[in-house]
């Protein structure tokens, strides 16, 4: 009887020892992957950082041509206000 229960208690500890061992074998699994899924998000986060930064650069000049178009266009409007208003009849006083 002294048997069985030593080798039960036994195989509970193997099983145990085991169970522990499997468990620490997966946290260190999943923690290595949630590093490498971190490296992968921090590398595809720069990259489309870069390209993010080379869109702008490029759009910069195009941004800066329509301001001027629109600065030009906004004064060739004050002038043409300007000249309409100078050019009618000015309105009789009472």
């Known amino acids: 009887m002294k048997r069985i229960t030593f080798f039960a208690a036994a195989a509970v500890t193997a099983a145990l ?5 499997c468990d620490k074998q997966t946290s260190d699994d999943l ?3 949630a590093d490498q899924a971190k490296q992968t998000i921090e590398a595809k986060a720069k990259e489309a950082k870069e390209a ?4 702008i650069e490029k759009a910069k000049p195009k941004v800066r041509e329509f301001g001027e178009k629109a600065k ?3 004064n060739s409007a004050a002038e043409k206000v300007k000249e309409a208003t100078n050019g009618s009849s000015p309105t009789p006083t009472p």
């Open 52 to 55: 993010a930064d080379k869109q």
């Open 17 to 21: 020892l085991a169970f522990s061992g």
């Open 72 to 74: 030009d266009a906004a």
């Open 31 to 33: 923690q290595q992957k």
